[in-house]
């Protein structure tokens, strides 16, 4: 069993910033493509950041600039470090990852509220 578990999130004012975290359990090969989706109450899920296993980053325009993705590959973690967040950034965000061309993976979700 493979399971992606999230942590880091939490209330925090506009403007400010919170980094969220994603650890691989079980995971006997390495994960390839590592993600962080966000899905808001009554909005459908979208892609918020990816990184490759080599680095490679994409962002959602709506986040560029703002938010960063990093992993350690040695640990199977993904993080998400979110700067000057909006009350529009209020979201549930989920933990994905892709192995091979079929195997996919989501976390439970965790929630990030920027309220003032």
């Known amino acids: 069993q493979v399971q992606l578990v999230e942590s880091g999130g939490g209330l925090v004012l506009p403007g400010g910033s919170l980094r969220l975290s994603c650890s691989a359990s079980?995971?006997?090969?390495?994960?390839?493509?590592m993600g962080w989706y966000r899905q808001a109450p009554g909005k459908q899920r979208e892609l918020v950041a990816l990184?490759?296993?080599?680095?490679?980053?994409n962002y959602a325009d709506s986040v560029k600039g703002r938010f960063t993705i990093s992993r350690d590959n040695a640990e199977s973690t993904v993080y998400l470090q979110m700067n000057s967040l909006k009350p529009e950034d209020t979201a549930v965000y989920y933990c994905?990852?892709?192995?091979?061309?079929?195997?996919?993976?989501w976390g439970k979700g965790t929630l990030v509220t920027v309220s003032s």
């Open positions: 990184i490759t296993r080599g680095g490679r980053t």
């Open positions: 079980g995971v006997v090969f390495s994960v390839d493509d």
């Open positions: 994905h990852a892709a192995r091979g061309l079929s195997i996919r993976y």
